[in-house]
Each structure stands twice: as structure tokens, then as C-alpha cells.
């Protein structure tokens, strides 16, 4: 099978495209002479790690905690819990106490919309694994699908073993990766109609062509993880009162891994 990942060098007025196997030399005018300009999402490998969405307190996930009274000693007890594993150790405590986390909703309408705009389900699922990195070790998201795979949460038919879960988190990356944030109302229009572009540390530029979806949403699964954004800049990571019950908040913020 052919790859679709490309090096892009320019010589003079050539565009020199390599894969592994193959170098194919054209001329800018032909190369470029499109009807209309393309565009491409462009993320860098130099430097640390870049983030494909951005933790905002438009990420975050809000849970209430049921079974279990918890007074309010104990509560400023939990939320000063300052370990460098703080949140899942404030989780742990809650737990300890019978407390079961639900999943409510998102904080920001916008962003449940969004998500549901790309699949209904999208909500419940990306809750269960924001979750699931918070309390677990794990934070790649190959190992967060299938850790949610295993639970199957959603209840659905995987006796013939459909990958429902992978299916529809890799349709969430797409969108995100392509033009979706959670502070905008999403139209399913792609900002990025051309692919991702993505150079990396030596100074290569990758290319991951649109009309080549199922390569560009493997490399986007496999190459992102969750990761843990500033608890008190984006408010979440605490308990809280409202209206006689409690909860808790967890963000959403994925990085790519190198």
C-alpha cells in the first residue's frame, strides 16, 4: 500500500515530493494550478510537543458526586490535597468515601454541540475517558479507546466486534484537527480543506493529504494523548456546591506525543 506521507522540498521552480520509495519532481505552476488555493492545518515537532486542542474552561467536564454526604471538613480536606497526583488523589479520597462520579455535562453549551454535532454520543464517551486518564495510567489515546473498548460504557452490540468507540474518537480528532474549537459554533466545514501539514524535528514536513482520511486518522490516533493543563487557570479539579449537591470538574486537553 502507498503511503501518504510526503517530504516536501522546493528546488528553483520545482516542488520535489518524497515518499519512502519514490521522489517526483513538478513544476510550481502545475503543482499550484489549482481553481482554487487549498489550506492546511500546519503543527510543528520542533521544540515541545504541540497541542491539538487546547485545554480551556471550555473543556471542561462536569461530574456530579452521588452516594455519599460529604461534609464540609471534609470536602476543604479533599481540596487541599496538593501531591503532584493531586486530582486523581482527590478523586481517590471521594471514592474512598462512596462517593461515584456521574457525568453531567460539559461546562460550555458551545462544546456539547459541537460534540454532538460530530456524534451524538460524543459527550458520554469523551467524559468516560477524561475520567479514565484522570484515575488510571493511562493518557495515550490508542489505550484510552481501548481501556473505554473494554468497559463499553454506551452499552452497544460488540458481538461482532465493531469498533464503535475508535470509530467515532477518530472522527472527533479529524474535526478538531481540521478546524473544530470548542469556543466556536462548529459547522462541520473544515478550515484546513487541503490535509495537515506537520514538520517535524529534523525539518521535514509531513503531509497527510485530506482525500486520504484513513491514513491521516490512524496518525492522529496513535500519536496523541490526553494531558493535564493548569487545574487553577482553567477551574477545574475541585469540589463544589450547587444547589444542595456536588461535584467535580476534569478537563480535556490532548497533545500530540512528539
Sequence with gaps: MNSSIYSYKTLENKTVISNWNNQINFSNDIFF????????????????????????????????????????DEIEQ???????????????????KGGIFEFVKTERQIFSNNLVLIDSLLPQILSQMVFDFYTTEFSHLTDLVNLTENKNPLEF???????????????????????????????????????YLIVKENGDVLC?????????????????????ASSSRHGFGEI???????????????RFIK
Excluded at 211 to 220: G, K, Q, S, V
Aim: aromatic letters at 12%.
Design 33 to 72: 494550478a489549482k481553481p482554487k488555493d487549498l489550506g492546511f492545518s500546519i503543527k510543528s515537532q520542533l521544540g515541545s510537543p504541540s497541542t491539538l486542542l487546547n485545554a480551556g474552561k471550555t473543556t471542561n467536564f462536569i461530574y456530579e458526586i452521588k452516594f455519599t454526604h460529604l461534609t464540609r
Design 78 to 96: 479533599i481540596n487541599s490535597i496538593e501531591t503532584r497526583s493531586k486530582i486523581m488523589d482527590r478523586i481517590t479520597q471521594i471514592q474512598s
Design 157 to 195: 452490540d460488540i458481538e461482532n466486534e465493531h469498533k464503535f468507540y475508535e470509530y467515532k474518537i477518530k472522527r472527533f480528532l479529524t474535526d478538531v484537527a481540521l478546524g473544530m474549537m470548542p469556543s466556536q459554533v462548529w459547522t462541520g466545514k473544515y478550515d484546513a480543506t487541503g490535509g
Design 208 to 228: 497527510y493529504h485530506i482525500y486520504n482520511r484513513n491514513e491521516f486518522e490512524d496518525y492522529l490516533l496513535n500519536n496523541t494523548k490526553l494531558d493535564t
Design 240 to 254: 463544589y456546591e450547587e444547589d444542595g449537591q456536588i461535584f467535580f470538574k476534569l478537563n480535556l486537553q490532548i
